[in-house]
T-cell receptor
Framework: AQSVTQLDSHVSVSEGTPVLLRCNYS??????LFWYVQHPNKGLQLLLK??????LVKGINGFEAEFKKSETSFHLTKPSAHMSDAAEYFC????????????FGTGTRLLVSP | DTAVSQTPKYLVTQMGNDKSIKCEQN?????MYWYKQDSKKFLKIMFS???????INETVPNRFSPKSPDKAHLNLHINSLELGDSAVYFC?????????????FGPGTRLTVT
């Protein structure tokens, strides 16, 4: 069965510095991977997705993620954090033959200080 | 226009009561889902419906019964509410064509059982 592990429960950065949120996945088949963001008391918004096309995926709000099969990783990065990036981020996996079933990681809370 | 909407946004009720949460999507999607997010922010799928047919039914107590009157609506009825049912419930939808099966989430319904 597929799963994702988000390596950090909390990440703190200063505004204007780079963001790195780490995610490792486990999947028997070719996975599809997603990053979702949840702002306080809001629903989830899709940041970006990987579906076996380009390994470097660009998303909204300047975020991007790189699929590395050799490392089974799908880390989320942003060159320069903004205060509005403070939120909960979820790494999510689904499998080729069960794509409707998303499996969520436990989330990483991103804190951005001035 | 809101793509995926849920009502109510907040629901406070007592143990033993029966309550319903409604979900509607105006995206023309074929599949709808219910997720539960617990107090630790962990998200887990409960059900999915495709064109009014139940597709995914995770290990959820029989007290939870989804109902899909048409493919734009998926309601969640909960009987005999228990304290452990307190959570945020998210509805989602997806199109499921080619690689365009990312899920769009509603704003969530915070259920508090006292």
């Amino acid at each position: 069965a597929q799963s994702v592990t988000q390596l950090d429960s909390h990440v703190s950065v200063s505004e204007g510095t780079p963001v790195l949120l780490r995610c490792n996945y486990s999947s028997s088949y070719s996975p599809s991977l997603f990053w979702y963001v949840q702002h306080p008391n809001k629903g989830l918004q899709l940041l970006l997705k990987y579906t076996s096309a380009a390994t470097l995926v660009k998303g909204i709000n300047g975020f991007e993620a790189e699929f590395k099969k050799s490392e089974t990783s799908f880390h989320l990065t942003k060159p320069s954090a903004h205060m509005s990036d403070a939120a909960e981020y979820f790494c999510v996996v689904s499998e080729l033959f069960d794509f409707q079933k998303l499996v969520f990681g436990t989330g990483t809370r991103l804190l951005v200080s001035p | 226009d809101t793509a995926v909407s849920q009502t109510p946004k907040y629901l406070v009720t007592q143990m033993g009561n029966d309550k319903s949460i409604k979900c509607e999507q105006n995206l023309g999607h074929d599949t709808m889902y219910w997720y539960k997010q617990d107090s630790k922010k962990f998200l887990k799928i409960m059900f999915s419906y495709n064109n009014k047919e139940l597709i995914i039914n995770e290990t959820v107590p029989n007290r939870f019964s989804p109902k899909s009157p048409d493919k734009a609506h998926l309601n969640l009825h909960i009987n005999s509410l228990e304290l452990g049912d307190s959570a945020v419930y998210f509805c989602a939808s997806s199109q499921d064509k080619g690689s365009s099966y990312e899920q769009y989430f509603g704003p969530g319904t915070r259920l508090t059982v006292t």
